[in-house]
């Protein structure tokens, strides 16, 4: 789901802890002899791994509470822009292709929204399974859909230049999107901000001033890279190791809790899909009205895809109704 991915890292954090804990993280990131995910720990819907290389990293940070909000707020903003760009194709669509069926991709869209708002209802906790089970239940909804939507507009457009489409792109008002990046931004500076506090802890050193002009955004990458050199080369060596030891101490609870939660969130991942799905079949028929969408088409779909995760009902097609038929 390259549009719904989740990609950003904590810069800092690793910086730290490439640069100092080098041997942790070489166990972490070896290589097993057979990566091939197990059926069930594959999403049905996509046949994609339910927890990949990029979200056990991702739940890594969730350790910290203010990690486990920049996730969800990160996976927040990829499901809007996918909806932002999905409501444009469907527009093109419909000035260009009017004799297709876009009651499909809509519908979807209206599934994305709904999930979006499920996203933003999470209360993210630190050092908590249940919100990891959350974020990567979500996330891998998000997928689904969006290669589901992915695949039914690419059935359209199969001859349209992507130079045509990359225009209507264009129109899409970001400021919502660009609202949510500045609450990530914001978040991920305090949560660095932290992580140099700990780091200094442990090595009994005081920084605060650097500490805050990391909270307030005003140092670089590479300024903070030598200021912490610079701190490392002044400190004795018997502080040094002290130092190391209680940070190798703290990334150690990290990844037992990394690991704790990419066991649970694989544990019943499928009961609580259908669980997801029946309840967003409930919220189908408050929020017809304010979705504009034609309701009994959305349940039907949510109906067979508890049913059968490979279902696929909506295929391009000459126009059978309109946005909103149907709606109760």
């Not at 069930?40 to 819907?45: A, F, H, I, Y």
């Not at 919220?283 to 017809?288: D, L």
Request: proline content about 3%; hydrophobic content about 40%.
């Amino acid at each position: 789901m390259k549009k719904c991915r989740v990609l950003a890292v904590f810069p800092l954090a690793l910086l730290i802890l490439l640069a100092l804990l080098p041997m942790a993280f070489a166990e972490e990131n070896s290589t097993p002899a057979d990566t091939t995910p197990e059926i069930k720990d594959q999403n049905p819907e996509t046949g994609e791994p339910i927890v990949d290389t990029t979200t056990e990293t991702e739940i890594a940070t969730m350790y910290n509470g203010i990690g486990a909000k920049v996730r969800l707020l990160q996976l927040e903003k990829s499901i809007l822009g996918a909806i932002l760009r999905g409501e444009k194709v469907i527009e093109f669509i419909k000035e260009n292709y009017a004799e297709e069926d876009t009651n499909g991709l809509e519908a979807i869209i209206a599934e994305l929204k709904l999930l979006k708002e499920e996203v933003a209802a999470v209360q993210p906790k630190a050092n908590d399974e249940n919100t990891v089970k959350q974020f990567v239940d979500l996330k891998n909804d998000a997928r689904s859909l969006v290669k589901q939507f992915r695949e039914t507009a690419k059935e359209i457009l199969k001859d349209t230049n992507k130079s045509e489409l990359a225009k209507k792109f264009k129109e899409i008002d970001w400021s919502d999107y660009n609202k949510l990046q500045e609450q990530i931004v914001s978040l991920i500076r305090e949560y660095n901000a932290q992580r140099l506090e700990e780091f200094f802890s442990k090595l009994e050193a005081k920084r605060s001033e650097l500490i805050e002009k990391v909270r307030n955004g005003e140092m670089k990458m590479n300024e903070v890279t030598q200021e912490i050199r610079k701190m490392m080369a002044g400190i004795a060596p018997l502080q040094r190791k002290k130092g190391f030891l209680g940070l190798n101490e703290m990334n150690a609870r990290q990844r037992v809790f990394q690991h704790a939660s990419v066991l649970a969130t694989k544990e019943k991942f499928l009961e609580r899909r259908i669980e997801r799905l029946n309840g967003r079949l409930e919220r189908v028929r408050e929020k017809a009205m304010e979705l504009r969408i034609d309701a009994n088409r959305l349940r039907n779909w949510i109906q067979e895809r508890i049913s059968n995760p490979k279902a696929r009902p909506f295929r391009p097609g000459v126009v059978r109704g309109t946005i909103g038929s149907g709606m109760r």
